[in-house]
């Protein structure tokens, strides 16, 4: 059971470690690496057409400004690409958004939120939850964990009123 996390530049692992911890919470091993679409484009190709030879089941690919890693990673191969627009230093990530998730039809990315490395992670669990048991328990686990935080809020609010 094997994720791929990529990204642009290091200056963006920052935004991109959520996904790294959620999948090592649930046993995930996680090939981490920085790939540029612009800066190493023979790095990229290299990087993935040979991901699923090497065991790789999904990637999360996130990048900044324009983020055009997570595309021209899904252009090279059939492993599920899921999009994680970094926040930028002038547009916000509005630029990253855009990028990412205005694919081409026949070339999807599933694009989380502007930073949201978190549900990149949570994403790349359910789709190996289709194939592996043990990931869908805990993703069970973790959505009565979730449901339990609420009833909690409630309890909180009910005694506030
Ligand atoms: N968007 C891309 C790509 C790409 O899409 O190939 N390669 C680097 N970058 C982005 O450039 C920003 C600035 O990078 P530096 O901090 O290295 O200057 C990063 O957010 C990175 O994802």
Redesign the pocket.
């Known amino acids: 059971m094997k994720v791929a996390i990529i ?6 692992w920052e ?1 991109l470690k959520d996904a790294y911890q959620v999948l090592k919470e649930f046993g995930v091993e996680c090939e981490v690496k920085v ?7 023979e790095l ?1 190709y290299e990087f993935a057409k040979t991901a699923k030879d090497r065991g790789i089941e999904v990637i999360i690919a ?11 990673t899904a252009s090279l191969t059939t492993l599920p690409v899921i999009g994680v627009p ?1 926040p ?2 002038h547009l916000s990530g509005i630029d ?1 958004l855009y ?1 990412i998730v205005q694919m081409p039809p026949g070339v999807p990315v599933a694009t989380v939120g502007i930073g949201n490395a978190t549900n990149a992670g949570l994403l790349a669990l359910r789709i190996l939850a289709l194939k592996y048991d043990v990931i869908a328990q805990k993703l069970q686990e973790y959505r009565n964990i979730l449901q339990e935080k609420v009833e909690k809020m409630n309890q909180e609010l009910n005694f506030k009123l």
């Open positions: 990204m642009g530049s290091i200056s963006d935004h790939v540029s679409a612009h800066r190493t484009p990229m996130g990048a900044g400004g324009s983020a055009h890693l997570p595309g021209m970094v930028s230093k990253s990028s």
